[in-house]
C-alpha cells in the first residue's frame, strides 16, 4: 500500500520537528514504513529528493520557489497538486489546518484513492467563534495568515464531510463530530519510548511548563500562577512566539523562583521533564498535547489550568484540571507528589494506548486495510455511533 504525506516535514523525519503535529505525522509515517508500507512525502521546503534512515521518500517540488513572489501563490497551487498527483498513492494523508489539503483531496478523488483527515486540535472541530478567540485573534498575522485562515474555514468544513476516514485525537473531539453526525474513528498520539530517558533518584523539586512562551498557550496565566506561589520553583523551556509572550518573559526573568532554559533538544526536554515536580500547562485549546504524554511516559503528573483532552486526566487519574480556576492549581502544586505507584500508573497508560508496539502497529494496519476496503467514516450518519467504531 502507498501512502502519500504532503507539508514541510522534512525536519521531522530526521529528527527535528517543528511541532508538535509535524512529529506525530512523522511517527506514523515510520510507523508505515515498518509495517511494509511505501510511504511518500511531498515537501515543498526540500532542494532535492532523498530517502529517510526510515525508508521514507521525501520528494522536492521542483520550481517551487521561481517567479516573483506575491505572483507565484497559484502556481505553487499546481506544483503541489501536480506533485501529489503524480504520487499514485492509495491513501493521501493530511494533518494540521492548511487549506491546501484540498489539493491532496483532489489529487485522491482523481486517481480513486482514499482520503484522510487528521484532527490537530480541538480548534478544527469547535465552533467559528470558538475559532476565533482562541486561534484568530491569540495570533495575528500578516496577509498569508488570513488568506490561509480564511480558505481553511471553507476548506475544512467540506473536508470533515466528505473524507473517507476522520482520525480524532481523543472521545472528546469524537463526541463533538457526532453531534454534527459526523463519523470518525480515535486513534491516539504516538510515542517512542526509547527517547524517554532512564533518570536514577530524580530531582522532583520544581514545576516544569514546557512549550511557546505566547498568547495562545496562556503564557500570562503561567505568570499569574508563579507570582502567587513563590514558595514554589519553576523552570521553562521554551521562547517567546508572540508581544503577549515577549512582554511576560521580561517580567518573568526577574522572579528568583524561575529557571529559564530556553529552546532545547527533544531529548533534553524530556530530561528536565523526568526532573520535574509536575508539567504545568495553561494552554486553554490543544488537541492531545504530546507533551502530557511524555510527562506520563516519565512518570510525571499533568497540572492543567483548562485543558484535559477527553477527560484524560481526571478519568485516569493522572494529574488534576482546573478547569479555568488558577486557586485549583495552586492548592495542587502544595500536594502533588510524583511517587513511583504513580509513575506505574501512568506509564501504564501510556503503554496501553500511546507506545508504538507490535498492538499498536497492528490497530494502525487494520484502519488502514478497512479504509481499503471500502468502510467509510467520514461521512454524515443518520443515528448513533459505537464510540468503539
Wanted: glycine fraction near 8%; aromatic fraction near 12%.
Amino acid at each position: 500500500m502507498k501512502i502519500c504525506f504532503w507539508g514541510n516535514n522534512g525536519g521531522a523525519l530526521n529528527g527535528n520537528p517543528s511541532g508538535g503535529g509535524e512529529l506525530q505525522i512523522a511517527l506514523l509515517a515510520k510507523a508505515l514504513v515498518s509495517l511494509g508500507h511505501n510511504v511518500v512525502f511531498v515537501d515543498y521546503n526540500v532542494s532535492e529528493d532523498f530517502v529517510s534512515k526510515d525508508g521514507i521518500i521525501v520528494r522536492s517540488i521542483t520550481g517551487y520557489n521561481d517567479g516573483i513572489k506575491i505572483l507565484r501563490t497559484f502556481r505553487r497551487l499546481k506544483l503541489i497538486y501536480l506533485m501529489l498527483l503524480n504520487q499514485q498513492a492509495d491513501i493521501y494523508y493530511c494533518r494540521i489546518r492548511d487549506f491546501r489539503h484540498i489539493l491532496a483531496y483532489q489529487a485522491s478523488r482523481k486517481v480513486k484513492a482514499k482520503f484522510i483527515l487528521a484532527l490537530a486540535s480541538d480548534l478544527d472541530v469547535t465552533s467559528f467563534r470558538t475559532r476565533l478567540k482562541y486561534y484568530y485573534f491569540a495570533d495575528i498575522g500578516g496577509l498569508w495568515w488570513f488568506f490561509n485562515g480564511l480558505l481553511s474555514e471553507i476548506v475544512y468544513s467540506f473536508l470533515l464531510r466528505k473524507s473517507d476516514l476522520i482520525l480524532a485525537q481523543h472521545e472528546g473531539q469524537k463526541s463533538i463530530l457526532l453531534m454534527k453526525r459526523i463519523k470518525s474513528k480515535i486513534l491516539y498520539n504516538l510515542i517512542d519510548l526509547s527517547e524517554i530517558p532512564v533518570v536514577n533518584n530524580p530531582s522532583h523539586l520544581e514545576f516544569c511548563y514546557v512549550g511557546s512562551l505566547d498568547k495562545r498557550k496562556g503564557f500570562a496565566d503561567f505568570y499569574n500562577l508563579v507570582t502567587e506561589s513563590e514558595s514554589s520553583s519553576f523552570k521553562i523551556i521554551g521562547t517567546p512566539r508572540d508581544k503577549t509572550g515577549e512582554i511576560f518573559y521580561e517580567k518573568i526573568k526577574m522572579l528568583n523562583n524561575v529557571k529559564l532554559f530556553g529552546r532545547l533538544s527533544h531529548s533534553d526536554t524530556l530530561y528536565q521533564i523526568s526532573n520535574s515536580k509536575a508539567l504545568i500547562s495553561t494552554s486553554p485549546m490543544e488537541g492531545f498535547p504530546n507533551i502530557f504524554i511524555e510527562a506520563w511516559a516519565c512518570g510525571i503528573p499533568v497540572l492543567s489550568l483548562f485543558f484535559d483532552p477527553g477527560d484524560i486526566i481526571q478519568k485516569e487519574e493522572l494529574g488534576v484540571v482546573g478547569s479555568g480556576d488558577i486557586k485549583v492549581l495552586l492548592k495542587a502544586m502544595k500536594s502533588v507528589n510524583p511517587t513511583p505507584e504513580f509513575a506505574v500508573k501512568a506509564q501504564n497508560y501510556v503503554t496501553m494506548n500511546h507506545i508504538l508496539n507490535d498492538f499498536k502497529l497492528t490497530e494502525i494496519d487494520n484502519l488502514l486495510n478497512d479504509l481499503i476496503n471500502g468502510n467509510k467514516s467520514g461521512t454524515r450518519e443518520s443515528g448513533k455511533q459505537n464510540l468503539s467504531d
